[in-house]
Protein backbone atom coordinates (compact mmCIF):
# COMPACT_ATOMS: atom_id res chain seq x y z
CA UNK A 1 0.00 0.00 0.00
CA UNK A 2 0.79 3.52 -0.92
CA UNK A 3 0.88 5.49 2.11
CA UNK A 4 -0.59 8.97 1.64
CA UNK A 5 2.32 11.12 2.68
CA UNK A 6 3.95 9.62 -0.13
CA UNK A 7 1.58 9.21 -2.50
CA UNK A 8 2.19 11.63 -5.44
CA UNK A 9 -0.46 14.21 -6.93
CA UNK A 10 1.13 14.86 -10.43
CA UNK A 11 2.13 12.02 -12.55
CA UNK A 12 4.67 12.54 -15.69
CA UNK A 13 4.83 10.34 -18.34
CA UNK A 14 7.36 9.53 -20.82
CA UNK A 15 5.43 8.83 -24.19
CA UNK A 16 7.95 6.97 -26.69
CA UNK A 17 7.60 3.17 -25.63
CA UNK A 18 6.15 4.09 -22.54
CA UNK A 19 2.61 5.08 -23.87
CA UNK A 20 2.78 4.23 -27.17
CA UNK A 21 4.24 0.72 -29.32
CA UNK A 22 6.95 1.90 -31.67
CA UNK A 23 6.56 -1.40 -33.69
CA UNK A 24 5.62 0.81 -36.92
CA UNK A 25 8.21 2.78 -36.83
CA UNK A 26 10.79 0.12 -35.92
CA UNK A 27 9.47 -1.98 -38.85
CA UNK A 28 9.57 1.32 -41.64
CA UNK A 29 13.23 1.37 -40.35
CA UNK A 30 14.74 -1.98 -40.63
CA UNK A 31 13.16 -1.69 -44.01
CA UNK A 32 14.77 1.52 -44.98
CA UNK A 33 18.34 0.04 -43.60
CA UNK A 34 17.66 -3.41 -44.53
CA UNK A 35 18.34 -4.47 -41.08
CA UNK A 36 15.69 -6.41 -38.78
CA UNK A 37 17.83 -4.99 -35.48
CA UNK A 38 18.49 -1.48 -37.46
CA UNK A 39 15.88 0.55 -34.79
CA UNK A 40 17.10 -0.27 -31.96
CA UNK A 41 20.55 1.04 -31.96
CA UNK A 42 19.08 4.05 -34.38
CA UNK A 43 16.81 4.69 -31.20
CA UNK A 44 19.98 5.00 -28.43
CA UNK A 45 22.00 6.89 -31.40
CA UNK A 46 19.63 9.69 -31.45
CA UNK A 47 19.47 9.55 -27.70
CA UNK A 48 23.03 9.95 -27.88
CA UNK A 49 23.37 12.80 -30.44
CA UNK A 50 20.00 14.46 -28.30
CA UNK A 51 22.49 14.43 -25.40
CA UNK A 52 25.68 15.46 -27.33
CA UNK A 53 23.80 18.78 -28.30
CA UNK A 54 22.32 19.56 -24.97
CA UNK A 55 26.02 18.63 -23.88
CA UNK A 56 26.80 21.47 -26.58
CA UNK A 57 24.43 24.25 -25.50
CA UNK A 58 22.43 23.53 -28.66
CA UNK A 59 19.46 22.11 -29.95
CA UNK A 60 17.37 20.62 -32.82
CA UNK A 61 13.78 19.15 -32.67
CA UNK A 62 14.09 15.13 -32.12
CA UNK A 63 12.68 14.77 -36.00
CA UNK A 64 15.40 16.61 -37.11
CA UNK A 65 17.48 14.49 -35.27
CA UNK A 66 16.80 11.30 -35.80
CA UNK A 67 16.79 11.81 -39.24
CA UNK A 68 20.03 13.06 -39.47
CA UNK A 69 21.11 9.71 -37.50
CA UNK A 70 19.21 7.32 -39.94
CA UNK A 71 21.31 9.19 -42.48
CA UNK A 72 24.72 8.42 -40.33
CA UNK A 73 23.56 4.97 -40.03
CA UNK A 74 22.66 4.13 -44.11
CA UNK A 75 26.13 5.58 -45.17
CA UNK A 76 27.64 2.93 -43.05
CA UNK A 77 25.69 0.02 -44.09
CA UNK A 78 26.25 1.54 -47.83
CA UNK A 79 22.03 2.31 -48.00
CA UNK A 80 21.67 5.41 -50.58
CA UNK A 81 19.15 7.50 -48.36
CA UNK A 82 18.48 11.71 -48.67
CA UNK A 83 17.12 13.37 -46.11
CA UNK A 84 13.74 13.60 -47.58
CA UNK A 85 13.85 10.05 -47.92
CA UNK A 86 15.15 9.79 -43.89
CA UNK A 87 12.30 11.94 -43.26
CA UNK A 88 9.73 9.85 -44.33
CA UNK A 89 10.94 6.58 -43.20
CA UNK A 90 10.61 8.25 -39.48
CA UNK A 91 7.32 9.45 -40.55
CA UNK A 92 5.28 6.30 -38.39
CA UNK A 93 6.67 7.71 -35.55
CA UNK A 94 3.19 10.38 -35.80
CA UNK A 95 0.79 7.54 -36.16
CA UNK A 96 1.78 5.00 -33.06
CA UNK A 97 -0.84 2.97 -31.29
CA UNK A 98 -0.92 2.91 -27.76
CA UNK A 99 -0.33 -0.56 -25.64
CA UNK A 100 -3.78 -1.86 -24.51
CA UNK A 101 -2.74 -1.68 -20.82
CA UNK A 102 -2.39 2.31 -21.49
CA UNK A 103 -5.73 3.84 -21.49
CA UNK A 104 -7.61 1.60 -18.85
CA UNK A 105 -4.98 2.76 -16.17
CA UNK A 106 -5.17 6.27 -17.38
CA UNK A 107 -8.56 6.53 -17.03
CA UNK A 108 -8.27 4.71 -13.77
CA UNK A 109 -5.81 6.97 -12.11
CA UNK A 110 -7.44 10.43 -13.56
CA UNK A 111 -10.87 9.26 -11.70
CA UNK A 112 -8.64 8.91 -8.69
CA UNK A 113 -8.05 12.49 -8.40
CA UNK A 114 -4.34 12.37 -10.28
CA UNK A 115 -2.75 14.81 -12.38
CA UNK A 116 -1.90 13.55 -15.76
CA UNK A 117 0.81 15.00 -18.02
CA UNK A 118 2.98 14.15 -20.39
CA UNK A 119 7.27 14.87 -20.66
CA UNK A 120 8.90 13.78 -24.09
CA UNK A 121 11.19 14.25 -25.79
CA UNK A 122 9.49 14.54 -28.54
CA UNK A 123 8.44 17.70 -30.00
CA UNK A 124 5.73 20.03 -28.96
CA UNK A 125 3.59 18.96 -32.27
CA UNK A 126 4.54 15.97 -32.30
CA UNK A 127 3.29 14.72 -29.12
CA UNK A 128 0.09 16.08 -29.89
CA UNK A 129 -0.63 14.61 -33.09
CA UNK A 130 0.75 11.34 -31.41
CA UNK A 131 -1.43 11.69 -28.32
CA UNK A 132 -4.10 12.72 -30.76
CA UNK A 133 -3.88 9.55 -32.50
CA UNK A 134 -3.71 7.14 -30.01
CA UNK A 135 -6.87 8.75 -28.62
CA UNK A 136 -5.02 9.74 -25.49
CA UNK A 137 -6.33 13.61 -25.24
CA UNK A 138 -8.92 13.50 -23.16
CA UNK A 139 -6.44 11.97 -20.63
CA UNK A 140 -3.69 14.95 -19.85
CA UNK A 141 -4.06 18.41 -18.09
CA UNK A 142 -1.01 18.90 -20.24
CA UNK A 143 1.41 17.90 -22.73
CA UNK A 144 5.02 18.88 -21.89
CA UNK A 145 7.72 18.94 -24.27
CA UNK A 146 11.37 19.35 -23.91
CA UNK A 147 11.47 21.78 -26.46
CA UNK A 148 10.14 24.54 -24.25
CA UNK A 149 13.32 23.69 -22.80
CA UNK A 150 15.32 23.51 -25.37
CA UNK A 151 17.26 20.58 -24.11
CA UNK A 152 16.58 16.67 -23.76
CA UNK A 153 15.93 13.97 -20.93
CA UNK A 154 17.83 13.20 -19.05
CA UNK A 155 18.99 16.40 -17.77
CA UNK A 156 18.33 17.86 -15.05
CA UNK A 157 16.63 21.15 -15.48
CA UNK A 158 13.87 19.42 -17.80
CA UNK A 159 12.19 17.96 -14.45
CA UNK A 160 12.85 20.76 -12.92
CA UNK A 161 10.89 23.00 -15.27
CA UNK A 162 8.39 20.86 -15.28
CA UNK A 163 8.11 20.28 -12.22
CA UNK A 164 7.10 24.24 -12.04
CA UNK A 165 4.83 23.97 -15.18
CA UNK A 166 3.00 21.89 -13.08
CA UNK A 167 2.90 24.06 -10.26
CA UNK A 168 4.36 21.38 -7.11
CA UNK A 169 7.21 20.22 -5.98
CA UNK A 170 9.78 17.73 -6.78
CA UNK A 171 8.47 15.36 -3.96
CA UNK A 172 4.94 15.77 -5.33
CA UNK A 173 6.04 14.77 -9.41
CA UNK A 174 6.58 11.13 -10.23
CA UNK A 175 7.94 9.99 -13.46
CA UNK A 176 6.78 7.65 -15.37
CA UNK A 177 8.91 5.73 -17.55
CA UNK A 178 10.05 2.39 -19.93
CA UNK A 179 13.40 3.75 -19.35
CA UNK A 180 16.26 3.27 -16.96
CA UNK A 181 18.19 6.40 -18.01
CA UNK A 182 14.86 8.67 -17.95
CA UNK A 183 13.87 7.20 -14.44
CA UNK A 184 17.65 7.79 -12.98
CA UNK A 185 17.46 11.21 -14.53
CA UNK A 186 14.11 12.18 -12.64
CA UNK A 187 15.13 10.60 -9.36
CA UNK A 188 17.82 12.23 -9.33
CA UNK A 189 16.49 15.95 -9.56
CA UNK A 190 13.98 14.94 -6.65
CA UNK A 191 10.69 13.00 -8.28
CA UNK A 192 9.40 10.17 -7.00
CA UNK A 193 9.69 7.57 -10.44
CA UNK A 194 7.85 4.61 -11.68
CA UNK A 195 9.71 2.08 -14.00
CA UNK A 196 7.54 0.39 -16.79
CA UNK A 197 9.65 -2.78 -17.96
CA UNK A 198 8.44 -2.94 -21.32
CA UNK A 199 10.09 -5.72 -23.22
CA UNK A 200 13.56 -5.15 -23.52
CA UNK A 201 13.54 -2.44 -21.20
CA UNK A 202 16.18 -2.50 -18.11
CA UNK A 203 16.55 -0.03 -15.00
CA UNK A 204 20.41 1.33 -14.84
CA UNK A 205 22.18 -0.92 -12.62
CA UNK A 206 24.06 2.54 -11.03
CA UNK A 207 21.01 4.19 -10.87
CA UNK A 208 19.01 4.98 -7.73
CA UNK A 209 16.43 2.16 -7.47
CA UNK A 210 12.39 3.65 -8.65
CA UNK A 211 10.10 3.71 -6.27
CA UNK A 212 7.76 1.41 -8.64
CA UNK A 213 8.83 -1.10 -11.00
CA UNK A 214 5.85 -2.40 -12.93
CA UNK A 215 5.01 -4.33 -15.80
CA UNK A 216 2.63 -1.67 -17.48
CA UNK A 217 0.57 1.37 -16.59
CA UNK A 218 -2.47 -0.80 -15.55
CA UNK A 219 -0.37 -2.81 -12.92
CA UNK A 220 1.36 1.17 -11.60
CA UNK A 221 -2.78 2.26 -11.43
CA UNK A 222 -3.60 -0.66 -9.23
CA UNK A 223 -0.77 -0.35 -7.26
CA UNK A 224 -0.90 3.90 -6.49
CA UNK A 225 -4.68 3.36 -6.26
CA UNK A 226 -4.65 1.00 -4.02
CA UNK A 227 -6.84 2.06 -0.85
CA UNK A 228 -7.78 5.28 -2.41
Not at 129 to 154: H, M, N, T, W
Request: with cysteine.
Amino acid sequence: MVEQKLRPTVLLFDVNETLLDLTPLSESINAVLLDERAAKLWFTTMLQYSLVMTASEQHASLPDIGAAVLEMMAKNTDVVLTTEQAKKALEPMRTLPAFPDVRPGLEQLKQKGFRLATLTNSSQSGVKAQIDYAGLSDCFERQLSVESVGKYKPHRSVYEWAVKEMGCEPGQCMLVAAHGWDVAGAKWAGLQTAFVARAGQQLFPLGPKPDFNVADIQVLADQLCKGN
